[in-house]
Each structure stands twice: as structure tokens, then as C-alpha cells.
């Protein structure tokens, strides 16, 4: 067996294969024989509170309770989309929330988990909106608001987030090299996973003069993509959409 890690699938109404490959992926014999699954953020292009009433977020609450009810543990990270979710989500998801960052063994090894974001600290902009989004009293202000508001914030903040993704450069959008050393010293490990980027890729690193190790996740835009940890094995795949299956972007 082994344990899976994916990030960043952005689930939405407008891109209904994925959420289909989502739900077939939980369903699969390489999820329902696993140790755990563990979603490192941003499962949701936008998650506006843990009371929306849209389909969506049921669809997904009962493909992962059906997971957890197979007896798979399932750990959520809050990305930058989906920071939002509360514990009422989770319990009805049947998952169990984690800090950011957070370290875990996985068979022996102590691992650094992280969304990702917190290592591009060359985007000072998006670290300023990060901090003060992230406090318990914004997050409580936005949440009393009606539903409808908070689903028009989530638009507006979409939009604000993809015009800065276009207007900044690719370096400062990647990780800090040296945020990556420190935040590995400082949580006495020497191998880190992490989404966020959308960058897949097993990033060999020294720490010390020991060697240590960085794992990018990626997205599911235009395919899936999981990180499987079986002991020292370990191996990112791809997860392609059904024959004829596409998506409106």
C-alpha cells in the first residue's frame, strides 16, 4: 500500500470532467487500498463557506465520506482557494483538517507538508493579501455576509487573482529557494511536499551538506495528477480524463 498526495484540482461547475475524474479517482482501488490521501489545498476553485448549497460541494463532500467510510483516512490543507473551509465541511467530508506548515512521518521519513504558497515569498503583494485574509476576524466578517455576497467576492477575487497571475513575472510566482532551506531547517526535516505552483517535479536539494529532497504536486487542469509514497518509493503520475471527455475552459 501507500500513501497518495494530490493538490490544487480546482473543482468547479465549469469544469465538470475533472470533478468526474475526482470522483472516479476516490472511488479506485488505488485510493480504497491506500494508507491515505491527503489533499495539500485548493480542491475547490473557490470555496465561498462551509453553508453553500450549491451541488458541487455535497458531490464532493459524499465522494470523500464514501472514502472514509472504506476506512482511508483523509487529511485537508487549506490552498489559497479554499481557506474558507470550516469544520463543519469537514466532518460531513469525513476529513481531518492539518495545519500549514506541518510535519508528518510517512513510513519512517519526517516530512514538511505545505500548500505551497507561503514558500513564494518573492510575491510580496499576494503575502500582504495572504496575512490579512487569513485572520479569524476577516474570515468571520466575510462569512456573516449572505451567500450570495460572499459568492460575488469569490468571482471578484478570481478575477483580482488572475490578473495578477498575468502581470507577474514567472520567478517572483515560483518558490523562494532560500524559504524553502529555511523552512525545512526550521522544521528538522529534509524532504518537503507541496502544491501550489502547479510545477510537478522532484526536486533533489543539500541541506547542511545532507542531501534532502522537494516534491511538487500538480494540477488537474488538463489531467489528474497524484504523488504516490510507498517507504522510499516514490513516484508523481498522471490521471487522464475518460475517452472523449473534456472540459470548457
Not at 483580482?160 to 502581470?167: K, L, M, V, W, Y
Given at each position: ?30 485510493v480504497r487500498t ?134 507577474a513575472g514567472e ?72 475517452t472523449g471527455s473534456?472540459?470548457?475552459?
Amino acid at each position: 500500500m501507500s500513501t497518495l498526495f494530490i493538490s490544487d484540482l480546482h473543482l468547479d461547475d465549469a469544469r465538470p470532467a475533472i470533478t468526474d475524474l475526482f470522483e472516479g479517482f476516490l472511488a479506485s482501488d488505488q485510493v480504497r487500498t491506500a494508507d491515505a490521501l491527503y489533499i495539500l489545498g485548493d480542491l475547490v476553485e473557490a470555496w465561498v463557506g462551509d453553508d453553500d448549497d450549491a451541488a458541487l460541494p455535497a458531490r464532493i463532500a459524499d465522494a470523500l465520506r464514501a472514502l472514509h467510510e472504506h476506512g482511508v483516512p483523509v487529511y485537508f490543507m487549506h490552498g489559497n482557494r479554499d481557506f474558507l473551509l470550516g469544520g463543519e465541511f469537514a466532518r460531513r467530508a469525513g476529513m481531518q483538517l492539518l495545519d500549514d506548515p506541518v510535519v508528518h512521518q510517512l513510513y519512517g521519513t519526517p516530512t514538511l507538508l505545505m500548500h505551497g504558497d507561503l514558500l513564494c515569498t518573492d510575491d510580496t503583494v499576494y503575502q500582504q493579501v495572504r496575512a490579512e485574509v487569513r485572520t479569524p476576524e476577516w474570515k468571520a466578517r466575510v462569512l456573516a455576509t449572505p451567500l450570495q455576497a460572499r459568492r460575488a467576492l469569490a468571482a471578484k477575487s478570481r478575477q483580482e487573482s488572475r490578473s495578477h497571475t498575468g502581470t507577474a513575472g514567472e520567478q517572483i510566482m515560483d518558490v523562494n529557494p532560500d524559504t524553502v532551506v529555511d523552512s525545512l531547517r526550521q522544521a528538522g526535516v529534509r524532504r518537503l511536499i507541496h502544491g501550489h505552483t502547479h510545477r510537478p517535479a522532484v526536486h533533489d536539494l543539500e541541506l547542511d551538506g545532507l542531501p534532502a529532497q522537494r516534491i511538487v504536486l500538480g494540477d488537474w487542469y488538463e489531467h489528474g495528477s497524484v504523488l504516490c509514497v510507498d517507504g522510499d518509493n516514490i513516484q508523481l503520475r498522471g490521471l487522464p480524463l475518460a475517452t472523449g471527455s473534456t472540459d470548457r475552459h
